[in-house]
């Protein structure tokens, strides 16, 4: 069982031991998924917009 004192509700907190609420999970996922809006990601290598960034599935394709 977790306890309550256990759970951040922050996106400060350095513990690795407690968990993170999910209502800041909730925050942390908007924060995230605003940062990239996936119709300016290139899932290709033959793509001429020089404004999307390269998927990392094509990043490690073209590594190797």
């Known amino acids: 069982k977790l ?7 922050n996106l400060t907190s350095t513990d690795t ?14 924060l995230v998924d605003s940062k990239i ?8 290598l033959t ?6 960034v390269l998927s990392a599935n094509q990043g490690k394709l073209s590594k190797t």
Not at 17 to 30: C, E
Not at 47 to 52: M, N, P
């Open 3 to 9: 306890n309550k004192t256990d759970i951040r509700d």
């Open 17 to 30: 031991d407690k968990a993170l609420s999910a209502n800041h999970g909730k925050v942390l996922k908007t």
């Open 37 to 44: 809006d996936t119709l300016k990601i290139a899932d290709n």
């Open 47 to 52: 793509t001429e917009d020089g404004k999307k």
